[in-house]
């Protein structure tokens, strides 16, 4: 008989029904939750709710088979191992110039939710990863649904919660049980996320879509700034130099030029690999 591993032995289903009653109790942005067994995409799946209804959502995946980042680069782990959701909300009378801070945004929320649930020193590497050690925890990819004059944004979040070393899909990711956090437990972790994406959202939404304190908020996260950086840009072209700020459009600023998400292929900078 084969003893279970304690990573295994940790993976735990999620509670749906702790969850809807949070959600109904506490945190009224969102209108429904619902945790399912298995599916391809979360996104996918929201977006193609967000055609047929008013609603907001929150929809959790206990194993997602075709989850993705941006780039399309794939995002798989095991059953149980992940923290895997998305998030179907409605920016509402939203710029659309100042729609990018969303995912950065939701950045923040992860940051706060890891830090104070888990207990770990995460923070942000430009645009929307989040790190422990300098190497990879979570990843967060938004998708509009729909646009002007009734917004609809698709948020997924994705983070390692117990996957071993063994597990991991790349050197420099890392996981919350790899990084000694003071909680495994999933359903603990995403009601702490949801909880600060509402407060963060709903904030952002009272002060009628103004991004300075969100700007100050993400600069204060951002693990990317004061460091030297290599970005990869469309068509060959390789930027190096100092991140020195993000602007006020969210952009990545390097010496005299200011990047966004879209330009940058591939950024190098605060990764590292175990044993380097």
Not at 44 to 64: F, G, K, M, N, Y
């Amino acid at each position: 008989m084969t003893t279970p591993s304690p990573e295994s032995a940790a993976r735990q289903p999620v509670d749906a029904a702790r969850l809807r009653a949070a959600v109904a109790g506490s945190l009224p942005l969102f209108d429904t939750v619902d945790v399912v067994d298995s599916t391809g995409s979360t996104n996918a799946d929201l977006i193609a709710r967000a055609a047929h209804t008013e609603s907001t959502a929150v929809l959790v995946a206990e194993e997602q088979l075709a989850g993705r980042g941006r780039h399309a680069r794939a995002w798989v782990s095991p059953p149980r191992a992940q923290i895997s959701l998305s998030m179907l909300v409605r920016p509402n009378g939203i710029d659309p110039a100042v729609l990018g801070w969303l995912p950065l945004l939701t950045g923040v929320a992860v940051v706060d939710a890891l830090r104070g649930a888990a207990g770990v020193d995460a923070e942000l590497k430009w645009p929307n990863d989040v790190l422990i050690g300098g190497r990879k925890v979570a990843g967060i990819l938004a998708e509009v649904a729909a646009g002007a004059p009734n917004p609809a944004v698709v948020i997924g979040v994705g983070v390692n919660v117990t996957l071993s070393a063994a597990e991991l899909p790349v050197p420099h990711a890392i996981s919350l049980l790899l990084a000694g956090a003071s909680t495994l437990d999933r359903t603990e972790l995403i009601l702490s996320l949801l909880t600060e994406f509402d407060r963060r959202f709903t904030a952002w939404r009272d002060a009628d879509w103004a991004v300075s304190e969100v700007v100050a908020a993400y600069r204060e996260r951002c693990a990317t700034l004061g460091a030297e950086v290599r970005a990869e840009l469309p068509g060959g072209e390789v930027l190096t130099g100092v991140a020195s700020d993000v602007d006020e459009h969210g952009r990545l600023v390097i010496g005299d030029r200011a990047l966004s998400a879209g330009d940058v292929t591939h950024l190098r900078a605060g990764y590292r690999v175990e044993g380097a």
